[in-house]
């Protein structure tokens, strides 16, 4: 008898290797419980908003922040305490993770939900399940929890995530190219960036064009828009227009 319950119990357990027996249950886990010899008594449940799961006689049992084993231990002295069994053996394994996931949003390649586990709770290792960071997508990203917000680097490798966490890879500042370029459009702005790495990020000056013929437009303070001469060596600000003009023969 004991061998076959101990055979139950690797069997359930095998069923979910993404949350160890000694791991934590949540809100949204589906689970499977099994009371031996009691086919009517087993069920599988997801744990409800209140910490909950829904037993066959004895109602809901509060589960949350329990492991497996100590979610079993609870639901069998329920139906001990209950005097439906008197020595009842209770199996409680996961069948499906949903309290240890996180929301990836914003500038990546692929926007979703992804499950923490051992391997994969980094926030670098979220990012890459998620296709990675867009060319477009800063390299700060928001994490939010409970109202909260944190600024994080993603090249942060030691910060960990939690489930329920939302990350949000936002815009990064970009600047637009026009013209007499190989590849007009949007770009990001790097660190100190120049107009003419500005022009060699949009494949450089089509045979057409001219770089002594360079124009900027920028916002100014009062929201109105400036046009100005650009000088290779002009610093590019985000939200920067540079037009780049045909030569002239």
Not at 44 to 52: D, H, K, N, P, V
Not at 83 to 97: D, E, M, W
Not at 122 to 145: E, K, Q, S, Y
């Amino acid at each position: 008898m004991k061998r076959t319950l101990m055979m139950l119990v690797f069997l359930m357990a095998g069923m979910a290797p993404a949350l160890a027996q000694t791991d934590k249950l949540g809100i949204g886990d589906t689970v499977r419980i099994a009371v031996h010899q009691q086919p009517d008594l087993s069920t599988e449940a997801r744990i409800s908003e209140r910490g909950t799961v829904a037993m066959p006689l004895v109602g809901e049992v509060k589960v949350t922040g329990l492991s497996q084993r100590e979610a079993a231990e609870a639901i069998a002295a329920r139906l001990k305490d209950g005097k439906y069994l008197k020595n009842p053996q209770v199996t409680v394994a996961i069948a499906a993770v949903r309290s240890r996931q996180v929301s990836v949003l914003g500038e990546v390649a692929r926007p979703g939900r992804y499950a923490l586990d051992d391997t994969s709770s980094r926030l670098t290792d979220v990012i890459a399940a998620a296709g990675g960071i867009t060319p477009t997508g800063a390299d700060t990203v928001t994490v939010m929890r409970q109202g909260k917000t944190q600024k994080v680097t993603v090249l942060r490798e030691s910060f960990d995530l939690k489930g329920g966490e939302t990350i949000h890879v936002e815009r990064a500042p970009v600047f637009y190219i026009y013209g007499e370029v190989t590849r007009s459009g949007a770009y990001r702005v790097e660190p100190n960036m120049t107009v003419m790495q500005a022009i060699a990020a949009g494949g450089g000056i089509s045979p057409r064009g001219s770089d002594r013929r360079l124009k900027l437009r920028r916002v100014g303070a009062d929201g109105k828009v400036v046009e100005s001469d650009a000088k290779l060596r002009d610093i590019v600000m985000p939200n920067d227009v540079i037009y780049v003009k045909e030569a002239l023969f």
